[in-house]
C-alpha cells in the first residue's frame, strides 16, 4: 500500500461516523470536480435489500452488450477499491489518492461525510475511465441520497424492509417514501419490491409522471444463475426489468442477459466455496432470506454460524431468526467493526436470560476473532459466515479468499 493511499484511506475513513441527508454537499463536491456526474448516463438501483446483487447483473448484463460499464457499491469487503469499479477493474490506489487530494479543500470547506466524497470520487473516475453508462447503488434510503443529484435512464426499488429506522422512519410507510425518492418524472421507475401491499406503497410515494414498471410479485427468474438462492432469481428478474426500461439501443439482447446473468458471481452473497458459507446479512429482513436459502439448499451438517453483527442493528431479531437454520452459532466481534460492533456484555445478559425464546442451537460467546474463526471450523459439515459486511470482508481476508470484482 502506497503511502498516498494509506494517507487518502486515513483521512476519508473517520468520516464514516458521519452520516448526513441531504444533496448539496454532493452538489459542491462534484462542482469542484468539474460536474463529472453530467457527463455519463447511469442507472440507479435503491431497496433494503438485494441491490447490490441487482446491481451487479445489471453491469454484467450492459457490459456484455459491448458497453464501458461503472459501478458504484458499497459498502465494501475488504478493499475500499471495490467499490468503484470500471469493467471489473477496481479504482487504483494512484486514482485514489489523486482524487482524494483534489477533493480535500472541498471535503474540508463543506464538511463532507464519508460516502458523499466517496460518491464524488466514483462519479470523478467513471467520466476520467470514460464510461459508457454507470450503473449505482443507493447508499442509504433514496430521496436524500448523494447518489439522488443523478438523473438517470432509469431508477428501481428493489425491496422495503425495516432497517436503518433511526434515518428513514419507524415504519414500513415512511421507510418506502424515503426510498421511492429516486423516481422521477418522466423515468421508467421499476418496483421489485414482491409484496403487492408495499408495492403499491412504491408505486404511490413514486414522482408524479414516472413511469412505473412493476415486477409482478410471483416472477422469478428461470434461466441459468450462478447467484445461489431463491432470493436471487427474483433479483435477477428485477435486473431484467431495468434492462429493459433502458431506451431501445442500450437494451441487452435477451441471450446476452441470460449468457451474463449465467456467469455473474458475487462476493458475500450466498457465497459457498467448499464447506464454507458467506452472506451479508445484516438486517432482520436479510436474515429471514438467509434462512429460507439454507433450508431450500439443505447443506451438510451440523451448520455452525459465525455471526458479528453492528450494535445499531435488530440484532436479537436476526439471531432468533437464524436459530432457526443452524447447529452451533458461534457470537464474536469482527475487528473491522471494534468500533460500532455490538456489546459482549450485552451478548452475555441476552444468553444468559432466562425469557428469551428457547433456542434450537448451540450459542457461545466468543470474543476473540481468531479464536472464533478456529471454534467455528471445528467439527462442522458447515461454517456460515452471516452478521455484517464487517463480519464476511474479515473472514474472507483471514482465509486468502478471493474478492470477486467481476462482472
Avoid: C
Avoid at 447483473?57 to 465494501?76: D, E, K, M, Q
Amino acid at each position: 500500500m502506497s503511502a498516498r493511499y494509506r494517507a487518502a484511506l486515513e483521512y476519508l475513513f473517520p468520516r464514516t461516523t458521519q452520516i448526513k441527508f441531504g444533496l448539496e454537499t454532493t452538489r459542491g463536491l462534484l462542482e469542484a470536480v468539474g460536474h463529472p456526474d453530467r457527463q455519463f448516463p447511469s442507472i440507479q438501483i435503491g431497496g433494503t435489500n438485494g441491490k447490490g446483487s441487482v446491481a451487479t447483473l445489471v453491469a454484467a448484463a450492459l457490459r456484455a452488450h459491448g458497453l464501458r460499464v461503472g459501478l458504484y457499491t458499497s459498502p465494501h469487503l475488504v478493499s475500499f477499491r471495490e467499490r468503484i469499479r470500471v469493467d471489473g477493474q477496481p479504482i487504483s490506489r494512484e486514482a485514489v489518492a489523486a482524487w482524494t487530494d483534489h477533493l480535500h479543500p472541498a471535503i474540508d470547506r463543506l464538511g463532507a461525510t464519508f460516502f458523499e466524497a466517496t460518491t464524488a470520487m466514483a462519479f470523478a473516475d467513471f467520466a476520467a475511465r470514460g464510461v459508457d453508462i454507470a450503473v449505482v447503488e443507493v447508499g442509504l434510503g433514496g430521496r436524500l441520497d448523494s447518489t439522488n443529484v443523478l438523473t438517470p435512464l432509469v431508477s428501481g426499488v428493489t425491496h422495503v424492509g425495516l432497517d436503518h429506522q433511526k434515518y428513514l422512519g419507524e415504519t414500513i410507510e415512511e421507510i418506502a417514501r424515503e426510498k421511492a425518492g429516486i423516481a422521477k418524472a418522466g423515468i421508467p421507475f421499476v418496483v421489485g419490491e414482491p409484496d403487492p401491499r408495499l408495492a403499491s406503497l412504491l408505486v404511490a410515494a413514486a414522482a408524479p409522471g414516472s413511469k412505473t414498471v412493476v415486477v409482478p410479485p410471483d416472477a422469478s427468474w428461470a434461466g441459468e444463475l450462478a447467484l445461489q438462492g431463491p432470493h436471487q432469481r427474483r433479483n435477477a428478474t428485477v435486473a431484467e426489468a431495468l434492462l429493459l426500461a433502458l431506451p431501445a439501443p442500450l437494451v441487452p439482447a435477451a441471450g446476452t442477459i441470460r449468457e451474463a446473468f449465467a456467469h455473474t458471481r458475487l462476493a458475500g452473497r450466498f457465497d459457498r466455496r467448499g464447506r464454507w458459507l458467506h452472506d451479508v446479512a445484516h438486517n432482520p429482513d436479510g436474515m429471514r432470506t438467509l434462512t429460507a436459502a439454507l433450508g431450500a439448499m439443505a447443506p451438510p451438517g451440523p451448520v455452525h454460524a459465525l455471526v458479528s453483527i453492528l450494535g445499531d442493528k435488530d440484532w436479537p431479531a436476526m439471531l432468533v431468526e437464524l436459530d432457526r437454520a443452524i447447529d452451533v452459532g458461534i457470537l464474536t466481534v469482527a475487528p473491522s467493526a471494534a468500533g460500532r460492533g455490538w456489546d459482549t456484555r450485552w451478548l452475555e445478559a441476552w444468553l444468559a436470560d432466562p425469557d428469551r425464546p428457547p433456542a434450537r442451537a448451540s450459542w457461545h460467546l466468543v470474543p476473540e476473532f481468531g479464536a472464533a474463526l478456529r471454534r467455528a471450523e471445528a467439527g462442522a459439515g458447515t461454517v456460515l459466515v452471516t452478521g455484517s459486511f464487517h463480519t464476511v470482508g474479515d473472514v474472507l481476508q483471514a482465509r486468502g479468499s478471493e474478492v470477486y470484482l467481476g462482472p
